[in-house]
């Protein structure tokens, strides 16, 4: 029952009824020729972006229309019929140049209408690189799509605020979005970010020995080949390689391959090859081709290393205040010290006095020797820090197939897995993924994918027979 409240008790009384507020925007009359023009300036620039943007589609659609309105349509007709036939011609006769100059322009414009652009929204949403602000949704711009041989290449532009990093993350969902078997996510010029989606993988199929190069090579030798299809050359010369990976993983193709390019130079003296081979397995097999510079038991091994150390040494002393760089000479060859599994002279080496000599062999090598004109190239299978204290003074890595994600960035450095190095994804059969690498230099922290050839033991039988006794090698 309700009643009344005498005098100011009202004034006391708070409604809990929710009161509606309505919004009344102010609406501005806008004039009828503003819309117009504002309609036509956006179709004349439309039309413009399309010709500046597809060039060549637009004139193959204009021209027949052209012909067709001054000709009539059989003229018309024979335009469209001309090109096609010669382009039949070309892509038959020259498929190489057709393929540069017309097939990977067709299949970057597919890509961009049919793929890129087409799914663009809702990846973008889905992934999380899209943002909605204030009611407004905000997408990264499509920019451009171009194609290689083997791979798509799609350049972006970021949001404002965004970090590269937050497009590495998210390269499966990338993947999976455009229907593609892998994303990888490069850092462009700021504020954009390219994305590099593979067709087809060269690397799946085992590469033969390469051919030794006709001249000495000394800088860099022939390994294998890009994932682009594109010849790899590995650097050697002013600097040391690490190169990591499960058993199996291919290891023996870096080593050989490796040696294999710079026979011509160690038979003209100007390079010569050191092995050590602990396991007794892999270098022992071309053990002629290192002549007294090889070295199997750990108190040998060790003798050899700290020999090298003598030669640094030795040249330091002769370089100082004259020459800051090594250059190959008869004189003062390049020396390449091979070490199959460094783990079993340093971790798994029982003598701590062996293990102390080799240790501070190696750590005086690597940290003095490029100078001077002298390289380790080391292969293990264990990356851990424990197991080789000095990994770090190797500036260029090179992670083969690795048994846990954490191992990659162990090798390659933090951040790796995610610029796309998935080197504890690469198959485990011999035939599609030994050899497979991921390869990090010092001067460019993007990882490239990297197959190194086979040499087979008939190969290196041949290299020992054509190079034994000659040179350096002896």
Not at 211 to 223: D, F, L
Not at 297 to 315: G, N, S, Y
Not at 380 to 385: A, E, G, S, V, W
């Amino acid at each position: 029952m309700l009643r009344k409240l005498p005098g100011d008790h009202t004034r006391d009384i708070v409604s809990t009824v929710p009161t509606q507020v309505v919004f009344r925007p102010v609406v501005v009359p806008t004039p009828a020729i503003v819309t117009i023009l504002v309609a036509l300036f956006r179709a004349v620039a439309g039309v413009v972006r399309t010709v500046w943007r597809h060039p060549v589609a637009c004139l193959a659609a204009a021209v027949p229309a052209g012909l067709c309105l001054l000709y009539g349509w059989r003229t018309g007709l024979l335009a469209p019929v001309a090109v096609l036939s010669a382009l039949t011609g070309w892509r038959f006769t020259h498929p190489a140049s057709f393929t540069r100059w017309v097939g990977l322009r067709l299949g970057a414009w597919w890509g961009l209408v049919w793929v890129y652009r087409r799914h663009w929204q809702p990846v973008m949403v889905v992934s999380g690189l899209a943002k909605h602000i204030g009611g407004r949704e905000y997408l990264p711009r499509l920019l451009k799509v171009t194609c290689t041989l083997t791979a798509d290449v799609v350049r972006v532009k970021m949001l404002a605020g965004q970090s590269a990093d937050a497009w590495q993350e998210r390269a499966d969902n990338l993947a999976h979005g455009f229907a593609r078997p892998q994303c990888r996510v490069t850092v462009g010029s700021p504020g954009r970010v390219v994305l590099t989606f593979p067709r087809q993988d060269v690397l799946a199929t085992p590469i033969p020995a390469l051919p030794i190069p006709s001249v000495p090579v000394v800088a860099s030798v022939p390994i294998g080949l890009r994932e682009d299809g594109a010849p790899y050359l590995l650097k050697l010369h002013g600097t040391h390689v690490l190169v990591a990976g499960a058993t199996g993983a291919g290891k023996g193709s870096w080593l050989w391959s490796a040696v294999r390019g710079l026979l011509p130079a160690a038979a003209a003296g100007l390079v010569q090859l050191w092995a050590l081979d602990p396991k007794r397995m892999e270098l022992s097999y071309g053990r002629a081709l290192f002549g007294p510079r090889y070295a199997a038991d750990p108190a040998d091994c060790a003798d050899l290393l700290e020999e090298a150390v003598t030669v640094m040494q030795e040249r330091a002393d002769r370089y100082a205040g004259i020459q800051r760089t090594h250059t190959a000479t008869t004189d003062d060859p390049f020396v390449v010290v091979l070490v199959d599994e460094v783990a079993f002279l340093t971790a798994y080496q029982t003598d701590r006095k062996l293990k102390e000599r080799t240790l501070a062999a190696l750590a005086t090598l690597t940290t003095q020797g490029r100078a001077v004109g002298i390289a380790i190239v080391a292969a293990l299978q264990d990356p851990r820090k424990e197991v080789l204290s000095i990994r770090n003074l190797f500036p260029d890595k090179i992670a083969l197939r690795l048994d846990e994600p954490s191992q990659v960035d162990l090798v390659l450095g933090d951040g790796a897995r995610d610029r796309g190095a998935l080197a504890d994804q690469i198959s485990s059969y011999p035939e599609t993924g030994a050899g497979v690498g991921y390869v990090r230099l010092e001067a460019d922290p993007e990882p490239v994918r990297v197959r190194a050839a086979y040499v087979s033991d008939t190969d290196i039988l041949a290299m020992v027979r054509q190079y034994a006794g000659t040179g350096e090698a002896r």
